[in-house]
């Protein structure tokens, strides 16, 4: 995730810009810059770091400019510095681009340009876009733009200057958002509507594969083609608070919803057509990946949950031994480790004390460590020795959501592939997981389609004080997080059990007060964990079960279910969380409690 704005009008640009982007801060603060048209040229500031540097170093400059375009940086291709920051300049400098999103296809674009003499200037994707506009200069603007939409594969929102036509600001969108302004003799570029808000009301919401001719006399929106293309304006009437959350009541409910993009996002140029699992950033190819004799996997709290489902799949395809540790105690029980070992340490901050001691100590005695963040070039992220980015874009609720589940795929990815370099897994097997994974966005938004349904559920609870989710096999993970997501936001006791192991004492806990939520995805262990159920039905407790589609067993069995999209039983955590979060969501908010702030927590934990 990354912001942009860009105003074409009558007032100095940088009034508009730089306001705008600290609105857009929560889509990224790593680096922000802007780019104005003075005269026949285009000039820029930029800076590594929050707008508040950018706004330092602007210091009463570019007060006359009346076209501009600006960004607020969320890395994902260069680390965060002043040479990567955006906007990226094209050709000589006669072309500015500012880009949300991560163009796939971007190495042999760039092979492609750097034959053809363009000289580039940072470690991004963006980068080549400014170029290939530049390479298209005989070309009205507009056309250059859709030209480059055709060629560049990825999600994309962008908009562009270029110094032949003042005055015109030109904007693309596939993938990523991208919402127009149209003011009084000025018109507005954004990713939100907060940025723009003040401004107008007057928003036109632009569609993927649309480009837009944005001047101070309106907007213009055609297909690829160059077609007008009907894009009414819409008045919003919204006040700033409700549009930095998209309409939604929280920045909990906001993320829970934006998962599919997560997902989508996280997995964009990892899955080759072929059916192969493509993870550039890991020198583990081949021999590499057949050195390691086991596995471990480290992390807290919901990252730890997240490991959980790591065990399963990394042991299930590579059939490496994989051990998952909390992260505080790891290096206090002396484990095993030498140069034969992968430590896999996950950290949606990358700045969790004890993941960061625990990487460090897997490193010290002679481990390989892959990191798994959503920061990049957060502590754990330089100190790995190789990183596996999430890209679910920052996360202001402090109860994680959206980057859980990107985590989630990213370790899935990373089996696969350790399993595909290891040869334990078949060329087939592969194709037809890979297959299932890309499913995993369209039937997640399926589930959010139907959230009303847990909201209803949730009602029922509101004064229920004891919980027990259980789950077996890999739907441990899922168990495990639903109960954290409950304790943690709505203040009720909500303990995690393997579904087996609580007739070995929690058991004696179970009575008509206590709701069992019970995970129970289709699969090897559906019947054993079934049996469970019965086992606390028979002790009076009321059963929520998770199940699949078309699991009538186990709706006979329920007091309430909940459906799910069928997937393959590894994958189905990344479905079966969905409902859980809305539930502890529904339950908090019943309750009346700040779901974003929850009490006596905090989003990053840097002390041990
Ligand atoms: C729960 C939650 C925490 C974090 C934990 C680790 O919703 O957010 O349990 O998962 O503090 O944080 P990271 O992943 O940043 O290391």
Not at 136 to 152: C, F, G, I, S, Y
């Amino acid at each position: 995730m990354c912001g942009i704005v860009g105003y074409v009008g009558p007032r100095p640009a940088r009034d508009i810009i730089v306001p705008g982007l600290e609105r857009l801060e929560y889509r990224g603060y790593d680096s922000a810059g802007i780019a104005v048209l003075e005269g026949d040229h285009i000039v820029t500031e930029r800076r590594a770091g929050r707008i508040e540097a950018l706004k330092g170093a602007l210091n009463g400059r570019f007060t006359d400019a009346t076209t501009g375009i600006g960004h607020t940086r969320w890395a994902t291709h260069g680390p965060p510095t002043e040479r990567n920051a955006h906007p990226h300049l094209g050709g000589k400098g006669e072309v500015a681009v500012v880009h949300n999103g991560i163009i796939e296809n971007h190495a042999s674009l760039r092979a492609e340009l750097v034959a053809e003499g363009f000289e580039f200037r940072s470690d991004t994707d963006t980068e080549v876009l400014a170029h290939l506009v530049a390479a298209l200069d005989d070309r009205p603007l507009a056309e250059a733009v859709r030209e480059v939409m055709r060629r560049a594969e990825g999600a994309l929102a962008v908009a562009v200057m270029r110094t032949d036509e003042p005055g015109v600001i030109v904007a693309a969108r596939r993938g990523s958002p991208l919402v127009l302004g149209v003011g009084d003799g000025e018109a507005f570029v954004a990713s939100d509507m907060p940025a723009i808000l003040e401004h107008t009301r007057e928003m036109v919401v632009v569609d993927d594969d649309c480009v837009a001719i944005v001047t101070a006399d309106g907007v213009i929106v055609t297909d690829l083609d160059g077609a007008v293309v009907d894009a009414p304006s819409r008045t919003v009437d919204w006040d700033l608070e409700a549009a930095e959350k998209g309409g939604f009541d929280d920045f909990m409910l906001k993320e829970i919803h934006e998962q599919p993009t997560a997902i989508r996002d996280t997995l964009r140029g990892r899955l080759d057509p072929a059916g192969r699992v493509v993870l550039d950033e890991l020198p583990l190819g081949g021999r590499a990946a057949r050195s390691f004799d086991k596995v471990f996997v480290v992390a807290c709290g919901t990252s730890y949950h997240a490991a959980m489902m790591a065990k399963y799949a990394i042991e299930r395809w590579t059939r490496l031994p994989v051990e998952i540790d909390i992260a505080s105690e790891f290096r206090y029980r002396d484990p095993v480790l030498d140069e034969h070992t992968l430590v896999v340490g996950i950290s949606q901050s990358g700045e969790t004390a004890d993941t960061l001691a625990a990487t460090r100590y897997a490193k010290a005695q002679g481990a390989f460590v892959v990191a798994v963040t959503n920061v990049v070039d957060s502590s754990i992220a330089r100190d790995a020795d190789a990183v596996l980015y999430t890209r679910s874009g920052p996360e202001i609720g402090v109860a994680a959501t959206k980057t859980f589940i990107a985590q989630l795929v990213v370790l899935q990815l990373l089996a696969l592939f350790l399993a595909q370099e290891r040869g334990s897994i078949s060329a087939g097997r592969i194709v037809g997981l890979v297959e299932a994974i890309d499913k995993l966005p369209g039937q997640v938004e399926e589930i959010l389609g139907r959230a009303n349904e847990f909201e209803a559920l949730a009602e029922k609870w509101q004064d229920v004080n004891d919980f027990f989710f259980l789950g077996r096999g890999v739907s441990c993970a899922t168990a495990a997080e639903g109960a954290l997501k409950l304790k943690e936001i709505s203040y009720a006791r909500a303990e995690y059990y393997p579904a087996g192991e609580m007739k070995h004492g929690p058991i004696a806990l179970i009575d008509d007060e206590v709701v069992v939520v019970g995970v129970i995805p289709q699969g090897d262990l559906h019947a054993k964990a079934l049996a469970n159920m019965e086992e606390m039905r028979a002790r009076d407790a009321s059963t929520l079960l998770v199940l699949t589609d078309g699991d009538t067993e186990g709706q006979e069995l329920a007091d309430h279910s909940i459906l799910l999209p069928r997937t393959e039983e590894l994958l189905s955590p990344v479905l079966g969380v969905v409902p859980l979060q809305l539930l502890s969501y529904w339950i908090a908010k019943g309750r009346g409690l700040d779901v974003d702030k929850p009490r006596n927590l905090a989003k990053t934990v840097t002390v041990e």
